[in-house]
Each structure stands twice: as structure tokens, then as C-alpha cells.
């Protein structure tokens, strides 16, 4: 059974820094995808990045390009989300996702197959 663990969540203040991971078991796959959400209190859901691992390509959404970086390390199967000079608006329960058989990179809002339950992120001003 595929499970995708996040962990790395906590309560930072604006301009701080976090480092979400997103650890997949499961699968052993050669190509796959993964990508990170959030919701907000009281807001949608938000596609926020997304990482190709065939070939390491990003894209992010605008509200965070600049800021975070995903990345994975396919060795362990974990994926992360460098989150640097954290906004109060960045507050959110962020989700990571993976989609395995993948070969190239989705769109930040694609629809993966697996989603994990989420870590919650809390930026105070």
C-alpha cells in the first residue's frame, strides 16, 4: 500500500525558514513525480510546486517562486520543500502528492494519484 508521510511542519515567524518532507513507501518505482499543496484556513486548495525526478525539473506556483524549492532524493524515496522567507499568508496545512510511472513533469495542479495527510505551517507576523 502506497503511503506518502510529511513531516518538518511547525510555527516559524515572517522571514523564517522551514523544510518540509514528504517521505514515500509503498512503490519502488524508476520514474515518478510528486508534488506539494496547502490549504489555508478558510481558502481552497492551492497547487504551490511540482518535480519531475527523471530529469529534476521544478515549476512553482507565483505566490511562492523564488521562496521554496522542491527537490528529491530518489535514493530514499522523500521529497521536500525548502521553505525560505516565510510570509503570515504561507500559513496553510500543506500536503505533498506523488503520482509513480511518471515521465515527464504535471503541472502544479495535477491531479496525482496519492496524497499524504499533511503537516500544518504556521507563520506569525
Known amino acids: 500500500q502506497v503511503q506518502l508521510l510529511e513531516s518538518g511542519g511547525g510555527s516559524v515567524q515572517a522571514g523564517g525558514t522551514l523544510r518540509l518532507s514528504c517521505a514515500a513507501s509503498?512503490?519502488?518505482?524508476?520514474?515518478?513525480?510528486m508534488g506539494w499543496f496547502r490549504q489555508g484556513p478558510g481558502k481552497e486548495r492551492e497547487a504551490v510546486a511540482a518535480i519531475y525526478d527523471g530529469d529534476g525539473s521544478t515549476s512553482y506556483s507565483d505566490s511562492v517562486k523564488g521562496r521554496f524549492t522542491i527537490s528529491k532524493d530518489k535514493a530514499k524515496d522523500t521529497a521536500y520543500l525548502q521553505m525560505n522567507s516565510l510570509k503570515p499568508e504561507d500559513t496553510a496545512m500543506y500536503y505533498c502528492?506523488?503520482?509513480?510511472?511518471?515521465?515527464?513533469?504535471?503541472?502544479?495542479?495535477?491531479?496525482?494519484?496519492?496524497r499524504g495527510q499533511g503537516t500544518q505551517v504556521t507563520v506569525s507576523s
Open positions: 509503498g512503490y519502488a518505482f524508476t520514474s515518478n513525480c
Open positions: 502528492a506523488a503520482e509513480p510511472h511518471c515521465w515527464y513533469l504535471r503541472p502544479i495542479t495535477y491531479e496525482y494519484t496519492y
